[in-house]
Each structure stands twice: as C-alpha cells, then as structure tokens.
C-alpha cells in the first residue's frame, strides 16, 4: 500500500505516476521494469518515489488493486442491472461479458495480467488476496441463484464458489493465450458455462 505522501499529492501527480507505471509495466515484465523509467516519464526524482512507495512491488501491488477494483466495478455495475432481467446462468455470463468489456477498455492493465500470468511465483503473491474476495463473489451469486430456484439448493455454496474462482484463473489463463482478449473468447467461456451448469455425466 503506498505510503501517506503518495495519497497526499496532488491527484494530478498522483495521476502521472499511476500512468507512467502502468506505461512500464506494460511493456515490461515486472523483474525487468525500472523504478528510473517511471520517475522520469512521471517527472519525479528517484529518490521522491522511495517517499511515496516501500518499493517496486508495493507499487505494482498497488497497480493490481486499482485494476481489481476497476474491474469489478464493472462486473457489480452489470450484475445489478442484470438481476430481474436475466435468470442466474445468463446473469453469470453476464460477469463474464463484463470482465471481457473491461479488457478492451483497459488493455494496457490487460497487457500487464497477461505478463503476471508468466510468472506463477509473482501471480500468487500478487493476486492470492483476491482470490477470497472472488469466491465471495460467487457464493453471493449462488446464492441469489438459490432464490431464483435456478441453483440446487443442496450445494455447499462455499465450495462450489471455490471451483469457480478457480475455474476462471484457469480460464483466464487459456483464453490470453493469444496475447488479447475479445469477444470470440466467450465461445470459450460458454464452454465453461455449460459444464457449469449440465455437468460431465453424459445423460440419455
């Protein structure tokens, strides 16, 4: 988290900073970006950002919440106007088209996800705090779906919110393959989302 004087800035400078990491850590991989490069493109003195920061992966730690909080930002926005509009599986692709929507908003956060995803070690230091926040997501979302009658009442919620998060880290980590995300992805996704919902047993 960075420290005070960084939220006491001006949020024009605070801005400039936050832009110009973003610029580095786009177009490098974390252990190859440079603390120089983003003050000098932010117009800061090194020894400034050591003011503002403990240090690099405070910053891009830093990075990644803003980009969390963005994103699901995005994904609560669309889940509110889709409840009483969708029933609980449309409403759950719904999150999805949302997380894709944000990546095409936001590509250069985009470019620095799909570098993190590189680096496993780095990913779970990064991200493992999230991870709880994502399952609690979903077992609400269970849980409305409970309400609706469309989700079987007998599952461990909890659990099955477990799997999804998990299951959409794995699926993230398909879908970059590429290097982009767009909306030929969710052919993918509605892979997913059938399982989800029929399961592997094959039925007559």
Same mark, same amino acid.
């Given at each position: 988290?960075? /420290?005070?004087? $960084? =939220?006491? *800035?001006?949020? @024009?400078?605070?801005?400039?900073? &936050?832009?110009? +990491?973003? !610029?580095?850590?786009?177009?490098?991989?974390?252990?190859?970006?440079?603390?120089?490069?983003?003050?000098?493109?932010?117009?800061?003195?090194?020894?400034?950002?050591?003011?503002?920061?403990?240090?690099?992966?405070?910053?891009?730690?830093?990075?990644?919440?803003?980009?969390?909080?963005?994103?699901?930002?995005?994904?609560?926005?669309?889940?509110?106007?889709?409840?009483? /509009?969708?029933? $609980? =599986?449309? *409403?759950?692709? @719904?999150?999805?088209?949302?997380? &894709?929507?944000? +990546?095409? !908003?936001?590509?250069?956060?985009?470019?620095?996800?799909?570098?993190?995803?590189?680096?496993?070690?780095?990913?779970?230091?990064?991200?493992?705090?999230?991870?709880?926040?994502?399952?609690?997501?979903?077992?609400?979302?269970?849980?409305?779906?409970?309400?609706?009658?469309?989700?079987?009442?007998?599952?461990?919620?909890?659990?099955?919110?477990?799997?999804?998060?998990?299951?959409?880290?794995?699926?993230?980590?398909?879908?970059?393959?590429?290097?982009?995300?767009?909306?030929?992805?969710?052919?993918?996704?509605?892979?997913?989302?059938?399982?989800?919902?029929?399961?592997?047993?094959?039925?007559?």
């Amino acid at each position: 988290m960075p /420290k005070e004087t $960084f =939220f006491n *800035l001006p949020e @024009e400078k605070r801005e400039r900073i &936050i832009n110009a +990491a973003i !610029d580095e850590f786009a177009t490098y991989p974390f252990y190859q970006a440079r603390v120089t490069a983003i003050a000098e493109q932010a117009g800061i003195a090194k020894g400034s950002f050591y003011q503002y920061f403990e240090d690099k992966k405070d910053l891009f730690k830093y990075l990644m919440e803003l980009s969390v909080e963005k994103k699901m930002s995005y994904i609560s926005h669309d889940v509110v106007e889709g409840k009483g /509009k969708y029933g $609980f =599986f449309q *409403l759950l692709r @719904e999150v999805y088209l949302s997380g &894709i929507r944000f +990546a095409k !908003d936001n590509p250069r956060l985009v470019a620095i996800g799909i570098m993190l995803l590189s680096d496993k070690e780095l990913y779970t230091q990064i991200y493992g705090e999230y991870e709880d926040t994502s399952a609690e997501f979903f077992r609400k979302l269970l849980e409305y779906g409970k309400e609706q009658g469309a989700v079987n009442p007998e599952i461990d919620s909890a659990f099955v919110a477990k799997m999804l998060t998990g299951m959409s880290i794995v699926l993230t980590d398909y879908i970059i393959a590429d290097g982009k995300v767009d909306l030929d992805d969710m052919e993918i996704i509605d892979q997913m989302l059938h399982l989800v919902e029929n399961g592997v047993k094959k039925r007559d």
